[in-house]
């Protein structure tokens, strides 16, 4: 009896250690950019979610397509049914880490590589990419900036509208971490 | 008991261990709880018809629909070059989503009825949105629309396009149309329709019922089969009376293909009505595919955003 209640509360306090080194963001905002000579496009959301495990140092994304708002809905319309097919594959996921051993439990602004797959218009590809991690008193912000070569995931773009349509893609992510807590 | 609290302890490790490594978990149940179904048709149309899918907020279409002359029978083949000579019908008219769900638009068509010179107006509502897990089955829209003939009076005041007062000249439509889509391909609509005209001609009907049925077929991202139906509830005395007059009703089909070229919707359309608007061709239709008359049309839907450039770059 003693044991189990000792095991108990080796679980427990696990646990706890665990939930203060995970931490998620469930509005993290995406935005891509694409200039091409006839025309820029440009859509947002805030529906993403984003986890980052500060002891391993790994990150997580997660975005439904169908989410992203563009200003012109035609162009939504396009981007859903024709370029990423947001019914077959309706969300893009990456799973990865931070490449350096920075800690992130003290504050500090640190310069960091990810490298992870990203699993988009259902198609897996690696990226090693540079982004911000800020650390202040257990608030944690993320950010990053890099490109998409629409063809590394299987998007067609026909030739028709290929002045349309820029061959990549700035996509930008920004997440603010809180605690997980409970879980 | 020192087994168990080993082999909970253990459980609990992997479970964690698990934990650090994936953190997927988190979000399982991500994205909105009733994800709603997109693009059950190409556009706000059919063929003749309303399908329910809608202008979004800020968006102008600018539309222009047309009906060739008969194909073949009487009035079409060589002569007319199988009825590219002639129209029975054009509309063009701008419409313009309010909201997402709400969508008004005005038009003007030269009308193939007993009345023509029309000048439309219609207001259309979405009411349910189809989820993708089935826990809303269909999306319906609401369509009304009043349609007024601007025409010079008949003088005999036994026709129909003879108006005594102004509320003579106004037609009328009240539909709903509820659709599903099955897959990413196929979708299936239905559409009650009633039509009140103030104004009709003998032994015809003020009121009539009608039900649509019509589809879309995908076959590519960008080109998709449609087809529509309507079946008008005229009473038997009335097509009776026509009959003997000479005039045989009958119900308007469609089949067309719908091909998506960047900003425009092309629609290539084979009917047998000649009219585009609802008030005309469910009661009117006279002209039968069996006799060649029909006639390919076109309906061509450009989009275009206004406002929020501004609000968009902030």
């Known amino acids: ?183 | 008991m020192k087994i168990i609290a080993f082999l909970l302890l253990c459980t609990s490790i992997s479970v964690y261990g698990q934990a650090q490594q994936d953190l997927s978990h988190l979000f399982d149940s991500t994205g909105p709880a009733h994800p709603k179904v997109l693009y059950t048709y190409k556009g706000t149309r059919i063929i003749m018809g309303h399908s329910t899918d809608m202008l979004r907020k800020h968006e102008l279409d600018f539309r222009v629909d047309h009906r060739f002359g008969d194909l073949g029978g009487e009035f079409g083949g060589s002569k007319t070059f199988y009825g590219i000579d002639n129209s029975t019908d054009i509309r063009i008219g701008l419409e313009y989503g309010i909201t997402d769900r709400l969508m008004a638009g005005l038009g003007r068509s030269k009308g193939s009825g007993e009345q023509r010179q029309l000048i439309d107006l219609l207001v259309k509502y979405k009411l349910v949105e189809q989820t993708q897990d089935g826990h809303v089955p269909v999306s319906v829209a609401l369509l009304g629309t009043a349609v007024m003939s601007a025409m010079t009076s008949e003088e005999d005041p036994h026709k129909a396009a003879w108006f005594g007062d102004a509320s003579d000249r106004m037609s009328y439509v009240a539909q709903s149309i509820v659709s599903r889509k099955f897959g990413d391909r196929l979708a299936f609509s239905l559409s009650p329709t009633y039509v009140h005209r103030n104004r009709v001609g003998y032994m015809d009907m003020n009121n009539m019922f009608a039900l649509g049925v019509g589809g879309r077929l995908k076959v590519s991202k960008r080109i998709g089969i449609v087809a529509e139906y309507f079946y008008p509830f005229r009473s038997q005395a009335s097509r009776d009376y026509y009959k003997s007059q000479g005039i045989t009703f009958y119900n308007p089909l469609g089949v067309g293909l719908e091909i998506e070229t960047g900003g425009h919707v092309f629609h290539i359309n084979f009917t047998n009505s000649t009219a585009i608007q609802e008030t005309q061709f469910i009661p009117e239709t006279t002209t039968s595919w069996l006799q060649g008359q029909f006639r390919w049309g076109f309906n061509i839907s450009r989009r275009f955003t206004l406002f929020g450039k501004k609000d968009w770059k902030k």
């Open chain 1, 1 to 183: 009896m003693k044991n189990l209640f000792l095991l108990f509360s080796l679980v427990i306090i696990t646990s706890a250690v665990s939930a203060q080194d995970v931490f998620s963001c469930k509005n993290t905002r995406f935005s891509f950019f694409s200039s091409a000579p006839l025309e820029d496009i440009e859509a947002k959301t805030d529906k993403g979610v984003s986890a980052i495990n500060v002891k391993t140092g790994a990150i997580y994304f997660k975005v439904p397509i169908a989410s992203f708002q563009f200003r012109k809905k035609l162009m939504q319309d396009h981007f859903n049914q024709n370029y990423l097919e947001s019914d077959k594959f309706p969300f893009a996921e990456f799973k990865g880490k931070v490449v350096e051993n920075t800690d992130l439990s003290r504050n500090g602004t640190y310069e960091v590589t990810v490298e992870g797959m990203l699993n988009l218009h259902g198609v897996d590809k690696a990226y090693r990419e540079k982004g911000t991690i800020t650390v202040k008193d257990g608030n944690i912000t993320a950010g990053s900036t890099f490109n998409i070569r629409v063809a590394d995931h299987r998007i067609d773009v026909p030739s028709m509208v290929v002045k349309n349509v820029a061959e990549v893609v700035a996509v930008t992510v920004n997440a603010v971490y809180t605690a997980v807590v409970n879980r």
